[in-house]
């Protein structure tokens, strides 16, 4: 898409003529060249300051494409993460798989490569800040500065509240919110010093949205984290950062699986709205649409992937 840097906006806000017309600027302008991926062809400069006007037909799945982005993954070694990875890859980004089972890590990053992709195994321990630093310098050795995070790695451990101990409910604040604090903090520093835009998803759940029984502490984690996403795009958007929540309802993972492989599992997804668990592949379209510029106007959104489940909780 064309952009108008500050030289440009100081040149046209100069015009007072043009702040209160309906003329079109060509966007050459403007950047001296057309979009070929919007089909963006000029401006409609009205009152209301430059709005980019349609000109011609163009494919409008070109900017959910990730070219010349790097992105991180944290938690990539299975489910979600894992899903997450290997779409971005195949959109174009190089991927940096983040986590701590090093082996699952290796082995996604030459499936990706082998399929064409670019990836890099990264350990990390969400819950280290020393561990955050050291992973984002050796992606930006390898790829260069992050500016796609895919804030995912996460716990739960269920249990009613009346029998949930300090140890639980530290380990849970420790890895679903003051983690994902960490890797968005030090992400966004390093696009800040690099004067970059960027994309930073916080994964939060239908629970931080509303709650059931026995998740108390797990809860409470994703709905501060979902707070803390908002507080986040509100600061950021002055830099150009996004930052946005993907909520999800039921899928099944590791975390999960065992659960819902018993009748009492199988019975308890049969009376959630959609009346089935997700499936890895539904949180795709989404993810790609806040981490690309399809959802560039999109900021301080949480995004709930649940089939509607979110409504139906307290």
Not at 16 to 41: F, M, N, W
Not at 194 to 215: E, H, R
Not at 242 to 269: C, D, H, K, Q, S
Not at 278 to 307: M, Q, Y
Request: proline residues 4%; aromatic residues 6%.
């Amino acid at each position: 898409m064309c952009q108008i840097d500050d030289t440009n906006r100081r040149r046209f806000g100069k015009d007072s003529t043009l702040h209160h017309t309906d003329k079109r600027i060509p966007c050459a302008e403007i950047r001296g060249e057309g979009d070929q991926s919007t089909g963006l062809r000029e401006f409609v400069h009205g009152a209301y300051g430059i709005i980019p006007a349609m000109t011609t037909l163009a494919d409008p799945t070109r900017s959910f494409r990730l070219d010349g982005r790097v992105a991180l993954v944290t938690g990539a070694s299975s489910g979600i993460g894992r899903a997450i990875a290997i779409a971005f890859a195949a959109a174009g980004a190089r991927v940096a798989l983040g986590a701590r089972r090093v082996d699952r890590l290796e082995a996604l990053a030459e499936e990706i490569r082998a399929a064409g992709g670019e990836a890099l195994a990264v350990p990390l321990d969400v819950t280290d800040r020393t561990a955050i630093d050291a992973a984002l310098e050796a992606i930006s050795g390898r790829f260069g500065v992050v500016d796609v995070a895919f804030n995912n790695a996460g716990i739960a451990q269920p249990g009613m509240f009346l029998k949930t101990d300090a140890t639980t409910l530290e380990s849970t604040m420790a890895t679903n919110f003051t983690a994902a604090w960490n890797v968005a903090q030090a992400v966004a520093q390093r696009l800040v010093a690099a004067k970059k835009s960027g994309s930073i998803i916080n994964v939060t759940s239908v629970l931080g949205i509303g709650v059931g029984p026995g998740y108390s502490a797990y809860a409470a984690s994703k709905a501060a984290l979902a707070h803390a996403t908002r507080a986040m795009a509100l600061e950021f958007v002055r830099y150009g950062i996004r930052v946005n929540g993907i909520a999800p309802g039921w899928f099944v993972t590791e975390m999960n699986e065992a659960f819902f492989a018993t009748a009492e599992g199988a019975a308890y997804l049969k009376k959630t709205p959609p009346g089935r668990a997700g499936r890895l592949d539904e949180l795709v379209g989404p993810a790609l649409l806040l981490a690309s510029e399809a959802g560039s106007f999109v900021n301080g959104v949480i995004l709930p992937v649940d089939g509607s489940h979110h409504v139906a909780l307290v």
